[in-house]
């Protein structure tokens, strides 16, 4: 197996930081809105530490901010990462075959890290782009959780600042490059359009899994690539013609 070019691996390593530093960033956020639940700096601080999910983390601070209790927030949180389970099945191969290693790229595994990595095709750049990504998030997230729960006064609504905006436009800018036929449109744009549908009507996360749902559906119908594979009529005429 050929070793990835130099070009291939500065590629991975800029991938990563990119998204590394504006999602990051959005840990602030995290740290402040915690605080504001309810939640003191040493239990925000340990939950960024050992969850390390930030849509599981965001959904349990909201069911609790919002005055559900402790086994309901855990449920929510618990729901959404059911996600990264799905993710470290894919990432095994690709992390190494070894146990230990593993067991360490276990707590990096999340919606980050998992797609820089798979943005390339050389198996050694993706995985630097995994630990790359993943370390640096996870350095990032936990020292701005910090800064954002000993700050939350003082930030006021972190919102305001961009940064949630700043962290989706980041995985966005990953995401793009990969829509490059009518069946990966179709199912980013399904799975989009339910989301956003049923955020008003139901509990912080439900519609995440509910746009998973759609898409793994959508994705594994794969109707629009099969139409898409079908010769046009005359088609075959033409290829004996030549």
């Known amino acids: 197996m050929s070793s990835p070019s130099p070009s291939e691996r500065r590629g991975a390593w800029r991938q990563g930081i990119a998204v590394a530093l504006p999602t990051s960033a959005y840990g602030v956020s995290f740290g402040a809105l915690a605080t ?7 239990q925000t601080c340990v939950l960024s530490l050992l969850m390390f999910s930030g849509g599981s983390q965001f959904a349990f601070i909201g069911v609790l901010g919002s005055g559900g209790g402790g086994p309901a927030a855990i449920a929510s949180a ?10 470290a099945a894919r990432m095994n191969p690709i992390v190494g075959r070894t ?10 595994t ?5 797609a820089v990595s798979l943005a390339h095709e050389d198996p ?32 006021g609504d972190v919102r305001a600042y961009g940064l949630d905006a700043a962290a989706a ?13 009518r069946q990966a449109v179709a199912v980013g744009a399904a799975a989009a359009v339910v989301a956003a549908v049923a955020t008003p009507w139901l509990a912080p996360g439900v519609p995440v ?7 793994v559906v959508v994705g594994w119908t794969n109707w629009l690539g099969r139409r898409a594979a079908q010769p046009a009529p005359g088609d075959a005429g033409s290829e004996a013609a030549g």
Not at 78 to 87: E, F, I, K, P, W
Not at 99 to 108: D, K, S
Not at 169 to 181: D, G, I
């Open 36 to 42: 504001a639940s309810g939640l003191d700096v040493w």
């Open 169 to 181: 436009a980041a995985f966005l800018a990953l995401l793009w490059p990969r829509l490059r036929s």
């Open 110 to 114: 999340i919606d980050e890290s998992t």
């Open 99 to 108: 146990w230990p290693r593993r067991l360490a790229a276990a707590q990096f």
């Open 124 to 155: 050694a750049a993706r995985r630097i782009g995994f630990w790359v990504t993943g370390l640096g998030i996870f350095i990032g997230w936990n020292l701005a959780t910090l800064a954002g729960a000993l700050l939350g006064d003082v930030l």
């Open 78 to 87: 618990a729901l959404l990462g059911v996600r990264n389970a799905v993710y």
């Open 209 to 215: 899994l509910l746009a998973a749902v759609v898409a």
